[in-house]
Nanobody
Framework: QVQLVESGGGLVQPGGSLRLSCVAS????????MRWYRQAPGKERELVAT???????SYAGSVRGRFTISKDNAKNTVYLQMNSLKPEDTAAYYC???????????????WGQGTQVTVSA
């Protein structure tokens, strides 16, 4: 079983920055694609950023140029650096990982519990 724990959320003024972290722990054989999603009140969950096993990245149009996703394979950790934050970035941010618990297991999607980001003056 793989557990994901996010951290780094909080209250920030417009134009400010935050860095989210998501650490994967537990029985981990291999981690493949890692993603950050967000969900604002009354809205559907949306994909924000993706980083593949090989390190290729992609972003939602609304955050491209402001957010950067990265990872540390040795620490089983994915990061989301968020700059030039806007009030519309306010949401709960969730980490999502495709991983294998052991070499005989299939690939499973794991989710963290979420961390709140609030952008307000």
């Amino acid at each position: 079983q793989v557990q994901l724990v996010e951290s780094g959320g909080g209250l920030v003024q417009p134009g400010g920055s935050l860095r989210l972290s998501c650490v994967a722990s537990g029985s981990i054989f291999r981690i493949y694609t890692m993603r950050w999603y967000r969900q604002a009140p009354g809205k559907e969950r949306e994909l924000v950023a993706t980083i593949t096993y090989g390190g290729a990245t992609s972003y939602a149009g609304s955050v491209r140029g402001r957010f950067t996703i990265s990872k540390d394979n040795a620490k089983n950790t994915v990061y989301l650096q968020m700059n030039s934050l806007k009030p519309e970035d306010t949401a709960a941010y969730y980490c999502n990982v495709d991983g294998q618990a052991d070499m005989y297991a299939g690939t499973t999607a794991y989710w963290g519990q979420g961390t709140q980001v609030t952008v307000s003056a």
